[in-house]
C-alpha cells in the first residue's frame, strides 16, 4: 500500500503518468483509493482515447504554457486524508495479522 503525491513540484508529471494507467485500466477505483490491475487488453483505439481524454484536461496559463489537469478525471485525497486511509488500512491489516 502507497500513497501517491501526484505532485511533488512544478517539473513533475506523474500526475500525468498515473492519470493514463488510470483511464487505460491499470489501477480501478475502489471506494476513495485505487486497486492495481492487469486490464485483458490495451488497444491502440484505448491508448488514444485515454491520451484524448488527458488533453482534454488542459488550460493554457497566462504564460502561453499548456498545462493538463488529469485529477480531474480521478478521485484524489488531500495528503492527509490518504495518510489516515494508509494508516488505518495498514492497522487493520496488523489486527488480522495478530488475531487470525
Same mark, same amino acid.
Given at each position: 500500500?502507497?500513497?501517491?503525491?501526484?505532485?511533488?513540484?512544478?517539473?513533475?508529471?506523474?500526475?500525468?503518468?498515473?492519470?493514463?494507467?488510470?483511464?487505460?485500466?491499470?489501477?480501478?477505483? /475502489?471506494?476513495?483509493?485505487? !486497486?492495481?490491475?492487469?486490464?485483458? #487488453?490495451?488497444?491502440? @483505439?484505448?491508448?488514444? =482515447?485515454?491520451?484524448?481524454?488527458?488533453?482534454?484536461?488542459?488550460?493554457?496559463?497566462?504564460?502561453?504554457?499548456? /498545462?493538463?489537469?488529469?485529477? !480531474?478525471?480521478?478521485?484524489?485525497? #488531500?495528503?492527509?486524508? @490518504?495518510?489516515?486511509? =494508509?494508516?488505518?488500512?495498514?492497522?487493520?491489516?496488523?489486527?488480522?495479522?495478530?488475531?487470525?
Amino acid at each position: 500500500m502507497a500513497a501517491l503525491a501526484l505532485y511533488q513540484d512544478q517539473d513533475d508529471v506523474r500526475c500525468n503518468e498515473f492519470g493514463l494507467l488510470v483511464r487505460l485500466g491499470f489501477f480501478v477505483a /475502489v471506494g476513495r483509493r485505487y !486497486r492495481m490491475e492487469i486490464p485483458e #487488453t490495451v488497444t491502440l @483505439a484505448a491508448v488514444k =482515447r485515454a491520451a484524448l481524454e488527458m488533453v482534454a484536461t488542459a488550460e493554457v496559463e497566462d504564460d502561453g504554457t499548456e /498545462v493538463f489537469w488529469p485529477e !480531474r478525471l480521478m478521485q484524489v485525497l #488531500t495528503k492527509e486524508e @490518504a495518510e489516515a486511509e =494508509r494508516s488505518t488500512m495498514m492497522a487493520m491489516r496488523r489486527f488480522r495479522m495478530i488475531t487470525g
